[in-house]
């Protein structure tokens, strides 16, 4: 199409408010690839222009008339009603409105616009520059008309603020009806908003007090974008529909049916909630089988990959609440359902924070198990809550079954005695800190580790098992100390080398390795129950592991052999010393379903430490299995053995189990010689949340979720 004949075929109005309340869209949760919004606000004066040609107007505000060329293809007819006849094409005409409304419309093809809201219009003389009415002070631009976009001419920055400026193809006024159409590529923008609805269509209804938009609709505000199929908006009541929504909002996106909203925010019925990533949920995932331990890992950072094609359980919510001026904690759920093939799993109400990195905290979890090791069994609920950007807070009322006094004799077992516990804890990206309590033990079992850096964490505990490195975890009655890892992993033939450096204080408690397996304790060497000795520790641990020596096979049916090196030397306050090395290699088997791991270890101790827990108990050989093997798609099976050699004695055993199909998992674990049982679970989700109600809210109302 040429200028000329676009330029014929545009017609902008430009309507002023008489209060500074103004027909605003209001804005729509989204954003993303598209950006959208949606329209809120009061018209105050209907558009009620009357065709004229200034024969009744006085001399001083007769409009300006320039005869112009007839266009070669003259623009399409439009119907109006006027009190007068329309005057011939070809000549630029005068809209008398009421004193607050300017309206221009530009019949000319070649010719220049500008007026003000008294009804002047200026001729085709591009020289002059925009009129002012003193009263409003809006001016419409001089510029030409041409080019082949609409866009341009719809210059928020230009217009007054209170001002509506509508821009289509075709228009017409039907005086009779009492509506103003516009149509073909039909723009309205409201000055002073930031806002703007694009439709095939756009009809104003002056009775009703409604705009009414058809066809490709797009609603735009702050770069936000909602596209639909229609929308509608009362005016009076600042109350509107949109038909088939479609918006996004921080990658998240949203489909519905329809959508019914005020300036407060927007209220979806029928639709889905597609999160800008799949959703990983995961609480200790890591005490499962070792393969089920690795595949969390991976899926934890890489949960695209790991999506299912048909997933076995969808997730549905009666209801959500998205609070899209909330960075964390933005989504609240309620009624949500995980619904499986032939049974359905109900979840409270929980929130999440949907962004680009989703966050799940769900306000009530299930404790089962003893991992922080406090006796027996523990059972109860826990109570979450969502804190800053990365942060949990938590706390559980428990029931013990079992367990015993710790410093009491073996022969002073409880199990079966009932008692009652509780715990508290902290998590967020660089603090974890836990707290716990049993009756039946009579025991305080707490921790405290905050990452200084990617490489350096503090970690501390009282009764705690801790991380000992190359000595596996142990249990101080208090230790503070600072760790330090360093990885290389560019040495020729090394496909690990990890240095890891630690400083701090312990003091030890011997009858803390008296658990519930003699046998175990035996492998220490006890020097006394009620010795408490406390000093300071440095050490040094080097680990060293190889590229496989040979590998045959694919990922499903194979072998490799690695070779594994460590040293530690430790120096204590106390001036004892002691140094340990270890070799020996590790073959790792794949078969179809099972998966296992069996290591020797050649040993050496020199020197000895003045503690008893952090003592090397593997003995001067040992060997150890890791191994589990998938029984079926829901059921995968493992154990972990370490045997002492020397000794002839188990220090570690372990029987593991995950249940569930591949995209929801619960994880078993039983340590025999810890007394440790844990119980977790690893949940991925990918696909679309399908919701009856989502309620988008534009601005805070104190936690009040009922809706809009």
């Known amino acids: 199409m040429s200028s000329a004949h676009l330029r014929a075929r545009i017609l902008a109005v430009s309507l002023t408010l008489l209060s500074t309340n103004s027909l605003a869209l209001p804005s729509l949760a989204a954003s993303s690839k598209k950006e959208k919004s949606a329209p809120t606000g009061t018209l105050l004066i209907p558009l009620t222009p009357r065709m004229d040609d200034g024969s009744n107007l006085s001399p001083s505000l007769a409009p300006v008339v320039t005869a112009a060329p007839r266009p070669a293809t003259p623009p399409p007819a439009r119907r109006a009603t006027t009190q007068s006849s329309a005057p011939a094409r070809g000549r630029q005409i005068a809209i008398k409105t009421a004193p607050t409304v300017a309206a221009v419309t530009a019949a000319d093809p070649t010719g220049t616009i500008s007026g003000t809201n008294t009804g002047d219009l200026t001729g085709t003389d591009p020289s002059l520059a925009p009129i002012e009415d003193a009263s409003t002070g809006l001016g419409v631009s001089t510029q030409p008309v041409g080019g082949e976009a609409i866009d341009p001419l719809i210059d928020e920055n230009s217009l007054l603020k209170g001002t509506v400026q509508i821009v289509a193809d075709d228009t017409e006024y039907d005086q009779e009806k009492n509506t103003f159409l516009g149509t073909g590529n039909a723009v309205a923008v409201i000055a002073g908003q930031n806002s703007k609805l694009e439709a095939d269509t756009i009809l104003y209804d002056q009775t009703s007090q409604t705009i009414d938009a058809r066809g490709n609709v797009k609603i735009v505000r702050d770069g936000q974008l909602t596209t639909g199929s229609s929308f509608k908006f009362n005016i009076d009541s600042d109350e509107y529909l949109i038909t088939n929504p479609d918006t996004e909002l921080q990658g998240t996106q949203i489909i519905a049916r329809s959508a019914r909203g005020t300036n407060d925010g927007l209220a979806f019925k029928n639709g889905t909630f597609t999160l800008p990533e799949p959703l990983h949920m995961a609480n200790n995932a890591f005490n499962g089988p ?14 695209d990959a790991f999506v299912p094609v048909k997933p076995s359980f969808v997730f549905t919510a009666r209801k959500m609440v998205y609070e899209k001026y909330k960075e964390t904690g933005n989504l609240t759920v309620f009624g949500g359902k995980m619904r499986f093939n032939h049974f359905t799993i109900p979840l409270p109400k929980f929130t999440a924070t949907a962004s680009q990195a989703t966050r799940v905290i769900f306000p009530v979890t299930p404790v089962i198990g003893n991992n922080y090791n406090v006796g027996g069994i523990n059972l109860g609920p826990s ?7 990365t942060g949990a807070f938590s706390w559980a009322p428990l029931l013990q079954i079992g367990g015993r006094t710790i410093y009491d004799s073996a022969s002073q077992q409880q199990n079966g005695k009932i008692g009652a516990g509780a715990r508290i804890g902290y998590v967020s990206e660089r603090l974890s800190t836990h707290l716990a309590y049993g009756s039946v033990t009579n025991m305080v079992v707490g921790d405290f580790k905050y990452k200084i850096s990617d ?86 641990q080097i680990t060293v592991v190889t590229h496989p020596l040979f590998s045959v096979g694919n990922e499903k049916y194979g072998a490799k052999m690695n070779i594994y090196t460590g040293a530690a030397l430790r120096a204590y306050s106390s001036g004892e010393g002691m140094g340990m090395g270890q070799f020996g290699p590790i073959l790792t088997v794949k078969a179809n379903r099972a998966r296992f791991q069996v290591g020797y270890t050649q040993s050496g101790v020199t020197g000895k430490s003045p503690f008893v827990f952090d003592q090397f108990i593997q003995g001067n050989s040992s060997t150890n299995f890791a191994g589990d093997v998938r029984v079926s798609k829901w059921l995968t099976l493992g154990t972990s053995l370490g045997y002492n050699l020397t000794s002839s004695a188990l ?20 340590d025999t010689i810890s007394g440790i049982n844990r119980f977790g679970f690893d949940v991925l989700y990918g696909q679309p949340v399908r919701f009856n109600k989502l309620i988008m809210k534009g601005v805070a109302d104190h936690g009040q979720l009922g809706g809009i």
């Open 383 to 389: 109570f979450n809550y969502a804190v800053g950007k």
């Open 455 to 540: 490489k350096t964490l503090f970690q501390s505990g009282i009764n705690r098992f801790l991380n000992d490195g190359m000595f596996g975890m142990r249990r101080a009655r208090l230790m503070a100390e600072a760790v330090d890892y360093r990885n290389v992993t560019t040495v020729p033939y090394i496909s690990l080398l990890q240095f890891r450096s630690s400083g701090g204080w312990a003091q030890d408690q011997p009858s803390l390795v008296d658990l519930q397996n003699n046998q175990y304790s035996s492998l220490f060497n006890q020097t006394g129950k009620t010795v408490n000795k406390s000093a300071f520790r440095l050490q040094e």
């Open 651 to 670: 220090y570690s055993r372990a029987i593991t189990a995950a249940i569930g199909p591949d995209d929801f998992k619960v994880m078993l674990t039983r």
């Open 290 to 303: 070792q393969s089920m331990a690795e595949r969390s890992y991976e899926v934890k950072a890489h949960p």
